[in-house]
């Protein structure tokens, strides 16, 4: 009976009812939107890379290098000689390496050059190895990967590519599946490489990280598309786990003074914090200004309700004439103030999910990352609880003028 009354209330002053729903849900959609994006994306970058005791490059800033190597995002301003590599990583204390070559694409899709090591040594999550669900590793030498051209039924020089799980189920590509590299990171580009076609040979299973949206194949198929050579010439980055953890810091300096070129490496959990920090300014602000218009959506909400107030004059009387108590009164201002919010949370959570369910493909292939539809979790609540609680308490204003107008009012007044 509360219910319905309440229900019945709205629906008459629908209109305005519509339009505060409205304004509440979109004031949803951008508060739990920004802290969404904000968890999901900490989330994925602090899962991508856990195995990687240091990331070598170019010098540049420790952010930038850890953005382009790792997360797809950005470019490298310069490369690593070849010569430099192989040099730094027989250096004693280091138990492995993995070089990485970035700068072609596929349809928007970036095409990462590396060895087998990076099937064998990398790690994401926790410490968890990468997986081929279909298909196999790609060679270190391509001309003796015969198992491709065997397979896709070609004769060209057996230029392999292990797809991200992103990319084959978006591309729609399977093992077999020719396609050809484009020069640069561009989703449209005018200068592809014809003549130096690849055949899928192995797709990853998911891993929720760059992985997924990456196009996997050797350096020597790289340097082959290139140059027409087997040995590359440079590389634009690489990975280096250590015998022993106590090295780390020695080992990153004599990397960071090393003469024949300037390098940079960096430990990527310091890296990550340094991000962090420069991030955190923004998101407060963000923050604040996504509370800001959640508010001013439930201020307007105490308005419409206000507003109304000497229209329902009438109203109120008759229900004081059938036995409503103030306080009962009270409460049916509270429960509409509820309704509304309850929809518009309801609405809002609805719209965020649609929105990253359809954006899902544009963000991971411009920024590398993957946002989870889940919208409703256990980061969220306590900003539901929040909105509802500042409800109740905006809503007292009206609730609490019609309890007084109710104690006044009589029939026919």
């Known amino acids: 009976m509360f219910v319905k009354l309440a229900v019945s209330s709205l629906v008459h002053r629908r209109l305005a009812v519509i339009l505060t729903v409205f304004s509440i849900m979109f004031s949803t959609f951008v508060v739990l939107g920004a802290e969404h994006i904000r968890h999901e994306t900490r989330n994925s970058f602090s899962k991508t890379v856990s195995g990687a005791d240091l990331i070598v490059g170019a010098r540049t800033s420790q952010v930038n290098l850890l953005l382009y190597s790792i997360f797809r995002i950005g470019n490298a301003t310069n490369n690593i000689s070849w010569s430099s590599y192989q040099q730094i990583v027989s250096t004693p204390g280091i138990a492995w390496s993995i070089p990485l070559s970035l700068g072609d694409s596929h349809r928007g899709y970036r095409v990462m050059g ?90 990853l299973a998911p891993t929720g990280t760059p992985v997924d949206q990456t196009i996997h194949v050797s350096l020597e198929s790289l340097e082959a598309v290139h140059h027409g050579g087997p040995t590359p010439e440079a590389i634009t980055a690489f990975l280096i786990g250590l015998e022993s953890r106590q090295d780390t810091f020695g080992v990153q300096r004599e990397i960071n003074e090393y003469r024949p070129e300037p390098l940079l490496a960096i430990m990527p959990g310091v890296a990550l914090t340094e991000l962090w920090q420069m991030m955190g300014l923004l998101e407060r602000v963000l923050a604040l200004i996504a509370g800001l218009v959640l508010v001013c959506a439930l201020l307007g909400m105490t308005t419409m309700l206000l507003s109304t107030l000497q229209q329902r004059e009438r109203e109120i009387a008759v229900l004081r004439a059938l036995g409503a108590r103030p306080l009962f009164l009270f409460a049916l201002i509270q429960a509409e103030a509820f309704l509304m919010t309850a929809a518009g949370l309801a609405l809002g959570l609805m719209l965020l999910a649609v929105a990253i369910m359809l954006g899902n493909d544009w963000i991971s292939a411009e920024y590398g990352l993957f946002l989870s539809a889940n919208v409703l979790n256990e980061h ?12 109740a308490m905006l809503a007292c204003l009206p609730a609490a003028m019609t309890y007084r107008r109710s104690l006044a009012l009589r029939l026919g007044n």
């Open 114 to 203: 590396t060895t087998s090591d990076y099937f064998t040594h990398f790690r994401y999550g926790n410490n968890q190895a990468l997986q081929i669900i279909d298909g196999v590793e790609f060679s270190d030498h391509p001309s003796h990967h015969a198992g491709a051209d065997s397979h896709a039924g070609h004769d060209h020089a057996g230029l392999s590519a292990v797809l991200g799980a992103d990319v084959a189920a978006r591309l729609g590509y399977h093992t077999g599946r020719d396609f050809t590299l484009a020069h640069g990171l561009a989703s449209i580009s005018f200068s592809h490489h014809d003549d130096h076609p690849f055949t899928v040979v192995g797709i």
């Open 380 to 391: 969220t609540f306590p900003y539901l609880t929040a909105v509802l609680v500042l409800t």
